[in-house]
């Protein structure tokens, strides 16, 4: 099955860490971007950051409100992209997706999404 | 800092025409913004329906149709359908160090 699984989310207290983790199957993983958007509860899409294939050096951008705290990586030959999340905000509790990208075919697959929450 | 704009709501009747557009704080949307458009209902992830300003996915139904319209990106419903009520959000490229920024989103309702 073609499918993005996340996996990962949780309760972490502010200033601590997390790993989320996305799961491909069912098509060429190598040879899309991978990027990474959250959404809080009520409120409306955020770009979060990319990181491109190899054929474009797995080069990584994130979005104005986690570059410098969010680290996007991807393993190709386990077909998993992940969010490393440090210094996490009350401001970062969010659904996060990931969503599968390509010029020509564009954001082909999305996630089904897991939940952060940052909380004391 | 990049202010991508949509209609906070919109309503249309059933069988009806709506267009939704998504403005850019830097100036017109071209054909090299990569227009994106995304619905999504409640407790769903988002679904893709157009890329690269017309493209339509597999899935897409044929009533929606992507354009540039008086310096905008646009999204067009023709025959609305009541199953068409949901949010819907454009997502456009802008290269450089933060390559991708969302619209705030339009809730589209059908009355």
């Known amino acids: 099955e073609v499918q993005l699984v996340e996996s990962g989310g949780g309760l972490v207290q502010p200033g601590g860490s997390l790993k989320v983790s996305c799961a491909a199957s069912?098509?060429?993983?190598?040879?899309?971007?991978i990027h990474w958007v959250r959404q809080a509860s009520g409120k409306g899409l955020e770009w979060v950051g990319r990181?491109?294939?190899?054929?474009?050096?797995?080069?990584?951008a994130y979005g104005a409100s986690v570059k410098g705290r969010f680290t996007i990586s991807r393993d190709d030959s386990k077909n998993m992209a992940y969010l490393q999340m440090n210094s996490l905000k009350t401001e970062d509790t969010a659904i996060y997706y990931c969503?599968?990208?390509?010029?020509?075919?564009?954001?082909?697959?999305w996630g089904q999404g897991t939940l952060v929450t940052v909380s004391s | 800092q990049t202010v991508v704009t949509q209609e906070p709501s919109l309503t249309v009747s059933p069988g009806g025409t709506v267009t939704l557009t998504c403005a850019s704080s830097?100036?017109?949307?071209?054909?090299?913004?990569?227009p994106n458009w995304f619905q999504q209902k409640p407790g769903q992830a988002p679904t893709s329906l157009i890329y690269s300003t017309s493209n339509k996915y597999s899935w897409t139904p044929a009533r929606f149709s992507g354009s540039l319209l008086g310096g905008k990106g646009a999204l067009t419903l023709s025959d609305v359908q009541p199953e068409d009520e949901a949010d819907y959000y454009c997502?456009?490229?802008?290269?450089?160090?933060?390559?991708?920024?969302f619209g705030g989103g339009t809730k589209l309702t059908v009355l």
């Open positions: 069912g098509f060429t993983f190598s040879g899309f971007a």
């Open positions: 830097t100036g017109a949307v071209t054909s090299g913004y990569y």
């Open positions: 969503a599968s990208y390509d010029i020509l075919t564009g954001y082909s697959l």
């Open positions: 990181i491109r294939s190899k054929a474009n050096a797995y080069a990584t």
């Open positions: 997502l456009l490229f802008y290269g450089g160090v933060q390559p991708w920024v």
